[in-house]
């Protein structure tokens, strides 16, 4: 198939014009809300995930886990903060480490005191 000409005795229309935003369907305003929330959400997850190491694992894990995971989404929806993702991603696998400590933690200290 070719590209027909445009019919001579049809007045000609314009094209929409470009978005202000760029290539984001949002306003700058969001934009920058939601990198602002990308940020505290991230620096949130990545110290619970470190306090969890050392103290209350299963819950400071769990609550970190959950605030890289909004981080993470919001990065994705809205295309802000690209470089906090792998900040997230780091609270992320420390939070599971946490989590994991935790179970393993009691496994072991219910099969060594059933001895």
């Not at 969890?52 to 819950?59: E, K, P, T, Y």
């Not at 959950?66 to 992320?92: F, G, W």
């Amino acid at each position: 198939m070719s590209a027909q000409p445009p019919d001579p005795n049809q007045p000609f229309v314009a094209p929409p014009p470009p978005s202000p935003y760029g290539n984001s369907p949002y306003p700058p305003d969001v934009l920058a809300s939601k990198a602002a929330m990308v940020a505290s959400d991230v620096k949130s997850a990545l110290i619970l995930a470190i306090i969890g190491l050392f103290c209350a694992g299963f819950i400071l894990g769990y609550l970190a886990f959950r605030k890289a995971n909004e981080a993470l989404e919001t990065i994705r929806i809205y295309e802000v903060a690209q470089d906090k993702k792998s900040l997230a991603m780091t609270a992320k696998i420390i939070a599971i480490v946490d989590i994991v400590g935790w179970i393993v933690g009691l496994v072991l200290r219910f099969t060594l005191l059933s001895r």
